[in-house]
């Protein structure tokens, strides 16, 4: 192991209804250290983003949470996380897929190229405006083949490297890249993660088809602010800026 504590405590499940549930059940417990990660198998009740389900090959994908506790971090900083977290699953994939373009799509997403890779479902606990304990969820395809969520077809890094991938070692060098920007958080170095996070922003100044609640719309992405919203641009110049589950990105 490459780390001071992300990933030294690790808890392997063979099946599990979902690693962010049994997460926090651990953080009941008096005791757990931060940085325990939980990795399984399988799962039967994998979420992601909107309310979608992930569906995964038993022992072919990485399937884990991450138990982190920032207590030092204010509540209005929460997405700083969200961003650091997305970053580490970015440049892991990327380090591994060096002759493809790896983004983020907002909010959460990972994708090669065009095609998702990675999600991620972060869930915060919050006092008296701390974040108390956060259970960071990832989900990477790597092995699988056929990979189908709520009946569309995404990537594998296999699919991209045409042939597979020790997950042990992908496990590792994510646990390594995880605590990099999480001790760069640490320190108060948030605007150089939100720089990268930028440069590797899924779509950014391009122009974009948008389900919104209006309609169709198209918009140029702009970024994301720092409380997660995703900023766009109309034709008019005139800038928006919409929190998760406002609008959605039409992939062609």
């Not at 929460?78 to 580490?88: D, G, H, P, R, Y």
């Not at 990675?118 to 960071?136: F, R």
């Not at 609640?213 to 198209?218: C, D, I, K, Y």
Request: hydrophobic share 40%; with cysteine.
């Amino acid at each position: 192991m490459k780390t001071l504590f992300i990933g030294r405590n690790r808890i392997r499940l063979d099946g599990v209804d979902s690693t962010n549930n049994y997460a926090a059940e651990m953080l009941r417990q008096v005791g757990t250290p931060e940085g325990t990660l939980i990795t399984a198998n399988y799962q039967t009740a994998g979420r992601g983003q909107r309310s979608n389900a992930w569906q995964s090959e038993a022992g072919k994908n990485i399937l884990c949470t991450y138990i982190l506790k920032p207590t030092w971090m204010a509540v209005d900083r929460q997405f700083a996380l969200n961003k650091a977290v997305a970053l580490a699953v970015q440049r892991t994939i990327q380090s591994f897929c060096v002759q493809k373009s790896v983004w983020i799509k907002w909010p959460n997403d990972v994708l090669v190229n065009d095609s998702k890779v990675a999600g991620i479902l972060i869930e915060n606990t919050v006092s008296g405006g701390q974040i108390v304990s956060s259970l960071a969820g990832i989900g990477m395809n790597v092995n699988q083949q056929q990979i189908s969520i709520d009946g569309k077809k995404v990537i594998s890094i296999a699919d991209v490297l045409k042939h597979s991938v020790s997950l042990d070692a992908l496990q590792d060098e994510l646990s390594a890249q995880l605590e990099a920007v999480y001790l760069r958080l640490r320190n108060g170095n948030d605007k150089p993660i939100a720089q990268e996070f930028s440069e590797v922003l899924y779509k950014r100044d391009v122009v974009c088809v948008f389900e919104t609640r209006e309609g169709l719309r198209n918009y140029t992405v702009r970024g994301v602010s720092e409380q997660g919203q995703l900023m766009v641009e109309d034709e008019a110049g005139v800038r928006y800026q919409f929190n998760h589950g406002e609008v959605h990105l039409i992939l062609e």
